[in-house]
């Protein structure tokens, strides 16, 4: 069946950094355009990044632009996020999910359809 788990979340100090992991199974991972989402406390769910089924073409919100990098192996079914310069409001559960129908990739979470139970960051002033 279709298996995606996050892991690597965890608390960390402001200026610090994580990686993020998604390990994928059940489902074409090579085919698939790839997100990574996050929701805040009392906040909608927001695209974070994404990335093409073939690793070229990426997308990052504003917010994060410059201080995360997507990345995928698709040998291993695994996604990746690299988190530096992290910052109190980047505090969320981050989630990883998959995109099946499209060749492009889209911040737009109604997009995708595989999705993980997710891991929590949290970021200390």
């Known amino acids: 069946q279709v298996q995606v788990v996050e892991s690597g979340g965890g608390l960390v100090q402001a200026g610090g950094s994580l990686r993020l992991s998604c390990s994928a199974s059940?489902?074409?991972?090579?085919?698939?355009?790839m997100g990574w989402f996050r929701q805040a406390p009392g906040k909608a769910r927001e695209g974070v990044s994404c990335v093409t089924w073939n690793g070229q073409s990426t997308s990052y919100a504003d917010s994060v632009k410059g201080r995360f990098t997507i990345s995928r192996d698709n040998a291993k079914n695994t996604l990746y996020l690299q988190m530096n310069s992290l910052e109190p409001e980047d505090t969320a559960m981050y989630y990883c999910a998959a995109d099946p129908s499209s060749w492009y990739c889209s911040l737009d979470q109604d997009e995708y359809n595989y999705w993980g139970q997710g891991t929590q960051v949290t970021v200390s002033s």
């Open positions: 059940g489902f074409a991972f090579n085919d698939c355009a």
